[in-house]
């Protein structure tokens, strides 16, 4: 399974950016999405999750600023970033659990300026 990632970039502080990644299966097949983040010097962190029934979890760090979607149509799933601080600079990964497998995205770049 491919994960194609993209949607990142240099934003300002209190700025939006929308994360897109798409899987090579069909959504159908796929147990769950998740994003993942990882900042300079520091390790893989949780951010969100969707499941194909549409629920949602999120890190109390983002709740209430991120929203995490799927669109069965065009097979891709979306994370939001909303009020974006400087703290979310990270590269942001997409995940996907196919056939009780993990496989991870290449991951984007989101820099958060202040």
């Known amino acids: 399974v491919q994960l194609q990632a993209s949607g990142g970039g240099l934003v300002q502080a209190g700025g939006s950016l929308r994360l897109s990644c798409t899987p090579s299966v069909s959504f159908f097949n796929i147990q769950l999405m998740g994003w993942y983040r990882r900042a300079p010097g520091n390790g893989r962190e949780f951010v969100a999750r969707?499941?194909?029934?549409?629920?949602?979890t999120y890190a109390d760090s983002v709740k209430g600023r991120f929203t995490s979607s799927r669109d069965n149509f065009t097979n891709t799933a979306y994370l939001q970033l909303n009020s974006l601080k400087p703290e979310d600079t990270a590269v942001y990964y997409c995940n996907a659990l196919y056939m009780g497998n993990p496989y991870w995205g290449q991951g984007t770049q989101v820099t958060v300026s202040s």
């Open positions: 969707i499941l194909p029934n549409g629920a949602t």
